[in-house]
Nanobody, 120 residues
Framework: QVQLVESGGGLVQAGESLRLSCAVS????????IAWFCQAPGKEREFVAR??????AYADSVKGRFTISGDYAKNTVYLQMNTLKPEDTAVYYC???????????????WGQGTQVTVSS
C-alpha cells in the first residue's frame, strides 16, 4: 500500500512558475510508476507527466514547460511547472500504479489533489 500527498499549488500569474510536490509513504516511490494528472472543472482527468525506472513522458501540452523528477532522500516526486498558462488551471493529482500507463482509470493510488490557478 502506498499513500500520496500533494502540495505546492496556488494562484499565480501567466508566465510564472510553481513546483508541486507528491510526498510518497508506504513504499519507495521508485517502486511505482508515478504520474501527475490534472482535472479542470467540467473536464475529464488528463495525463500530464509520468516517471519510472529512469523513463519519463509528458503530455504534448506541457512538453518543454513542465519537468517531473524525484528526490530519493525525501521520497518525493516533483512537478516543476514553468511558463504557466491560464489553460493550465486545474486540480493536479499525483497517482501511482505498477505499470506504464497514461490512462487515469488504470492507476491504483491517488492523492487528494492540489489546486493550481493561473490568472491572465
Amino acid at each position: 500500500q502506498v499513500q500520496l500527498v500533494e502540495s505546492g499549488g496556488g494562484l499565480v500569474q501567466a508566465g510564472e512558475s510553481l513546483r508541486l510536490s507528491c510526498a510518497v509513504s508506504g513504499r519507495t516511490f521508485s517502486t511505482y510508476n508515478i504520474a501527475w494528472f490534472c482535472q479542470a472543472p467540467g473536464k475529464e482527468r488528463e495525463f500530464v507527466a509520468r516517471m519510472w525506472n529512469g523513463s519519463t513522458a509528458y503530455a504534448d501540452s506541457v512538453k518543454g514547460r513542465f519537468t517531473i523528477s524525484g528526490d530519493y532522500a525525501k521520497n518525493t516526486v516533483y512537478l516543476q511547472m514553468n511558463t504557466l498558462k491560464p489553460e493550465d488551471t486545474a486540480v493536479y493529482y499525483c497517482a501511482a500504479n505498477s505499470r506504464f500507463s497514461i490512462v487515469a482509470r488504470e492507476y491504483e493510488y491517488w492523492g487528494q489533489g492540489t489546486q493550481v490557478t493561473v490568472s491572465s
